[in-house]
Nanobody, 124 residues
Framework: QVRLVESGGGLVQAGGSLRLACAASGQTFTRYAMGWFRQAPGKEREFVAAISRIGTSPIYADSVKGRFTISRDNAKNTLYLQMKSLKPEDTAEYYC?????????????????WGPGTQVTVSS
């Protein structure tokens, strides 16, 4: 089992930046492909970004491409999401997730473990 805990959320003005972190514990971190998802009030959870076990082949949702960067530090068992040029529509609860898949995946149902989330609010 993998335990995930997100941090780094907060309130930021439009155009600003935030870096989210997700600390993993339990099973070997490198056994898991990792992803970020988000859910805004009244909306379904949506895919944001994902990365392979070794930190390659990142995939991004079109809505964040060019603004967000996913990365991981396997020595520190930590996943990151660098967010720049934030927009009010980026406001959501952000969740990190872990999948035993050897592939980089975008479907939430294929992720086995989830963190409790961290709130990101972007003011206009």
């Amino acid at each position: 089992q993998v335990r995930l805990v997100e941090s780094g959320g907060g309130l930021v003005q439009a155009g600003g930046s935030l870096r989210l972190a997700c600390a993993a514990s339990g099973q070997t971190f490198t056994r898991y492909a990792m992803g970020w998802f988000r859910q805004a009030p009244g909306k379904e959870r949506e895919f944001v970004a994902a990365i392979s076990r070794i930190g390659t082949s990142p995939i991004y949702a079109d809505s964040v491409k060019g603004r967000f960067t996913i990365s991981r530090d396997n020595a520190k068992n930590t996943l990151y999401l660098q967010m720049k040029s934030l927009k009010p529509e980026d406001t959501a609860e952000y969740y990190c997730s872990a999948s035993p898949s050897s592939l980089v995946i975008t479907e939430g149902r294929l992720y086995d473990y989830w963190g409790p989330g961290t709130q990101v609010t972007v003011s206009s």
